[in-house]
């Protein structure tokens, strides 16, 4: 199992953190080391003094692909879910100053919180609202129709370069308002009025 990341998805997104919007889809991935299940605390690590949080639309593929056309890929993936993309921005910022990868900063143990997933054919694709609750208040408010390249597509790019196999999670990219997380911070991600997963700060 690997986690594939799709990078500046949503054009407010990319605008906050005064990045580029871009041309084809920014890809990164996560070792199966940085999973977080079943609601376990994320604990911040001690190198860094600025993680952020940054919920994503989750893709789970159900079988095995590569170079897959786009007419075809919408058989790949049969479950949605949501996850939390955590980030140690100050590293990051760091390696990008100086033109390094920025693995360091997403690829870190426990760095990609997961939850529950639901059958995709719930949901209107085209138009997923999804949330994050940070305690009571909303802190991200997204939608699948505001990102720039779809899960189509998604599956599509990736595969020409990547075998996508069973099992497999894409997570898809983070609307606006991605923040510092702190300890004692309860995170609540929400997806069409579902509540899909939970973590806490510690």
């Not at 919408?74 to 879910?81: A, H, L, R, T």
């Not at 990868?101 to 609202?129: M, N, Q, R």
């Given at each position: 199992?690997?986690?594939?990341?799709?990078g500046r998805?949503?054009?407010?997104?990319?605008?906050?953190?005064?990045?580029?919007?871009?041309?084809?889809?920014?890809?990164?991935?996560?070792?199966?080391?940085?999973?977080?299940?079943?609601?376990?605390?994320?604990?911040?690590?001690?190198?860094?003094?600025?993680?952020?949080?940054?919920?994503?639309?989750?893709?789970?593929?159900?079988?095995?692909?590569?170079?897959?056309?786009?007419?075809?890929?919408?058989?790949?993936?049969?479950?949605?879910?949501?996850?939390?993309?955590?980030?140690?921005?100050?590293?990051?910022?760091?390696?990008?100053?100086?033109?390094?990868?920025?693995?360091?900063?997403?690829?870190?143990?426990?760095?990609?919180?997961?939850?529950?997933?639901?059958?995709?054919?719930?949901?209107?694709?085209?138009?997923?609202?999804?949330?994050?609750?940070?305690?009571?208040?909303?802190?991200?408010?997204?939608?699948?129709?505001?990102?720039?390249?779809?899960?189509?597509?998604?599956?599509?790019?990736?595969?020409?370069?990547?075998?996508?196999?069973?099992?497999?999670?894409?997570?898809?990219?983070?609307?606006?308002?991605?923040?510092?997380?702190?300890?004692?911070?309860?995170?609540?991600?929400?997806?069409?009025?579902?509540?899909?997963?939970?973590?806490?700060?510690k």
């Amino acid at each position: 199992m690997k986690i594939i990341c799709v990078g500046r998805n949503y054009i407010d997104h990319a605008k906050e953190l005064n990045n580029p919007i871009p041309n084809s889809p920014l890809i990164f991935m996560k070792p199966s080391t940085a999973l977080l299940l079943d609601g376990k605390p994320f604990y911040i690590p001690y190198f860094s003094n600025d993680i952020h949080y940054e919920l994503e639309l989750v893709l789970k593929i159900k079988k095995n692909g590569k170079a897959i056309t786009h007419e075809f890929a919408s058989g790949y993936y049969d479950e949605i879910g949501l996850g939390i993309d955590f980030t140690a921005r100050d590293v990051q910022d760091r390696l990008k100053s100086k033109g390094q990868s920025w693995e360091l900063a997403k690829a870190f143990d426990y760095s990609a919180c997961v939850g529950d997933f639901i059958p995709k054919g719930d949901l209107d694709l085209t138009s997923i609202h999804f949330q994050m609750k940070k305690g009571d208040d909303i802190v991200q408010d997204g939608n699948s129709a505001d990102m720039i390249f779809s899960f189509d597509y998604l599956i599509h790019y990736i595969s020409q370069f990547i075998t996508l196999q069973t099992g497999d999670l894409i997570f898809t990219g983070t609307p606006a308002g991605v923040g510092k997380v702190t300890a004692g911070d309860q995170y609540t991600g929400i997806l069409e009025g579902k509540t899909l997963l939970s973590c806490n700060i510690k």
